[in-house]
């Protein structure tokens, strides 16, 4: 009886006991071969994939596959060659391609998953972006290919460029017969491009890799070692220190900014001054001058075009990092200060960052670069932040193991997330050293804590009595625990009494307290702009809704309430509900926007539509227990009372 061609057994046998980068590797080449198949069966075809995959010999039979061979005709116009499927012609290879690939999903997710997922791109890299994986694993002490295969590929890919490029080969024919031979050596490569004053960057990159490709030619001279391209290293340097001198493109700019500064050879070799006028040109925001990340938006709806000022995340990210490695002189570090601010402000509840504050999904990338500034820099605080967002990028893998961003440079997405994670956990085995480039000590980095945590608000309420006890201070401190688990909110009494507070206790608090930010707070009432002005000159923050019940029955919160009991075709009737209340109530001569003496109206009518049970037994409880925790983190309604509030 005939062996068959696959033996199962032996490729089972072969799963069972194999790594997990073995397994990836298996199966990302044969998804390649497959993929990449031109229609015409070969002898040279069967020994590739033979040699490339050894390991293949122990359960496929290649001599077997090699009979398979057609005999073609000699190939003329009249006659082309006849393409033959793949699964036609080696159906056993694209069997061990399906079942190394549900061999790779059932291993368990994590950090090693992702690695054995990568591992296959650090064994393609040669000149090209694929050296980013070579990188990371030399960085944790495994060499996957040495470093003279890899000087001796760039040296052939510089060889082709001076055979394409008649500025470097001078139209001479023996350089250009020398080049497309690759028999120029490096020091006959290195004058020709001192010659022509043009030194080509030869490694090639995807239009999504293009803003990292100069940093990953440092990352790879530095760690592979490959000191022979000195002269390569000095002329990229030179033009990474002149070219942003002349002005900066704040958003084509700012993602090579990142890159570059993850090279610890770009920024040894580099002038400093060239480097911090880029950050600083990134750091000239055009909306406002100390937060550069706020960009100009265009929302459409309803046939409008409404504009926005949204702030860009990954600009804070990336300029906090920056300026940790940079460690600039000459730009206001209120910059950084506002940059930390934003990061913690900005985390949603799932641990994740978005992209911009508008938007309320988690972002990988963003969330990556958040991570990566705030364990390199090590504010007060910081490790909850880094820990909850760890949590979510591992729920992000997906099921062979990585990250995936569509449009995005899949290597060194990947390798982002794997050392967020890792800085995350506090392991600094990285491919950039964590501990150089430090801030100047003489300003210490800002606590996160001290400035988003540590409040004390005294808002409107007394603590005393039994109705209305302490209601705008409960609210708050529902709405605004998550965020700032630290604030404290206390009654304070009437208005009067606010304005009217001692300074001594307030000087008392602040040395009991020195960390805390002390906030007085009204509602707006009917105060004219002139009088909010006056009050703020004597450090008073006004709302800029007429009360707290103005932002608890807000539209969208009142579509929230009936989203949360299931009750979403009820919204228009409830929203009729609160404009008849109010109508009333301005029939009893209260101002036109007194929700909160429409509030009572709105409760027994609100509970008998939509059927409430538990909500509250009285208007005071309903808003507190009920409407309260409706105002969260992703509605515009938190953001503006966060903004009336913390100014934030």
């Known amino acids: 009886m005939n062996e068959p061609i696959l033996n199962k057994d032996k490729m089972n046998n072969y799963i069972a006991s194999a790594t997990s980068k073995e397994i990836s590797r298996i199966w990302q080449f044969t998804s390649e071969t497959i993929w990449r198949w031109m229609g015409v069966p070969s002898i040279e075809r069967i020994d590739a994939i033979q040699s490339n995959i050894p390991e293949l010999k122990v359960f496929i ?106 500025m470097l080969n001078m139209d001479r024919k023996d350089i250009i017969k020398k080049a497309k031979n690759n028999e120029l050596s490096l020091l006959e490569l290195t004058d020709l491009c001192k010659e022509a004053d043009y030194f080509p960057n030869f490694l090639s990159a995807r239009d999504e890799e293009e803003d990292f490709i100069t940093a990953t030619f440092f990352r790879a001279v530095e760690w592979l070692q490959l000191e022979e391209f000195g002269p390569w290293v000095d002329a990229y340097s030179h033009e990474v220190s002149t070219v942003y001198q002349g002005g900066v493109d704040p958003i084509y700019s700012l993602y ?155 290597v060194m997405l990947n390798i982002l997330c794997l050392e967020a994670i890792k800085l995350a956990e506090g392991n600094n085995q990285i491919t950039y050293r964590v501990q150089e480039h430090q801030i100047c000590t003489n300003t210490p980095v800002p606590s996160i804590r001290k400035q988003t945590d540590n409040y004390i608000v005294f808002c409107e309420g007394h603590s005393g009595g039994t109705k209305n006890k302490s209601f705008d201070e409960k609210c708050y401190t529902k709405i605004f625990s998550l965020e700032f688990p630290n604030a404290v909110f206390c009654s304070a009494g009437a208005c009067k009494d606010i304005e009217a507070e001692e300074k001594l206790l307030f000087d008392v608090i602040k040395k009991v307290n020195p960390y805390h930010i002390i906030i007085k707070l009204l509602d707006r009432d009917d105060r004219s702009l002139d009088e909010i002005e006056e009050l703020k000159s004597r450090g008073i923050t006004v709302l800029s809704l007429r009360e707290l019940e103005s932002y608890l029955l807000e539209d969208e919160i009142i579509e929230k309430l009936c989203k949360v009991c299931g009750k979403k075709e009820k919204v228009d009737e409830i929203k009729a509900i609160k404009v008849e209340a109010l109508r009333k109530s301005i029939d009893r001569g209260n101002p036109i926007d007194d929700f909160k003496s429409a509030a009572g109206l709105f409760f027994t009518e609100t509970k008998k539509s939509l059927g409430l049970t538990q909500c509250g037994n009285d208007t005071v409880s309903f808003l507190r227990d009920t409407m309260a925790p409706l105002i969260t983190q992703e509605t515009n309604t938190y953001k503006l009372l966060r903004k009336d509030v913390f100014g934030i």
């Open 256 to 410: 090579p900014l990142f890159y570059y500064c993850r090279s610890d050879l770009l920024l040894r070799k580099t002038s400093k001054f060239g480097l911090e006028a880029l950050l600083y040109g990134i750091c000239v925001g055009n909306v406002e001058s100390s937060r550069p990340w706020k960009r100009y938006w265009e929302e459409s709806g309803k046939g409008q075009t409404k504009p926005l000022f949204i702030d860009y995340i990954p600009t804070a990210s990336i300029i906090a990092f920056a300026w940790q490695r940079i460690n600039p002189t000459n730009i206001n570090k209120d910059i950084l200060d506002n940059a930390l601010l934003l990061l913690i402000q900005t985390q949603l509840a799932s641990g994740a960052w978005s992209l911009t504050s508008k938007d309320t999904e988690g972002s990988i990338l963003s969330t990556c670069l958040a991570m990566t500034a705030l364990s390199v820099i090590k504010p007060v605080g910081y490790q909850r932040y880094v820990e909850k967002a760890k949590e979510w990028l591992l729920s992000q893998q997906n099921e062979v193991g990585c990250w995936y961003i569509q449009g995005g440079p899949a």
């Open 61 to 166: 039979d290649f001599d077997a596959i090699r009979g398979r061979l057609p005999v073609f005709p000699e190939q003329n116009d009249s006659m082309p060659w006849v393409t033959v499927k793949f699964e036609d012609f080696f159906p056993e290879l694209v069997e061990v391609r399906d079942q190394f690939h549900k061999a790779f999903i059932a291993i368990e997710s994590g950090v090693i998953k992702a690695e054995a997922w990568l591992y296959h791109s650090a064994l393609e890299a040669g000149a090209n972006a694929d050296l980013e994986a070579l990188v990371y694993f030399r960085s944790q002490g495994e060499t996957i290919t040495t470093s003279t295969d890899i000087s001796e590929n760039w040296i052939n890919w510089i060889c082709t460029d001076v055979e394409r490029d008649s």
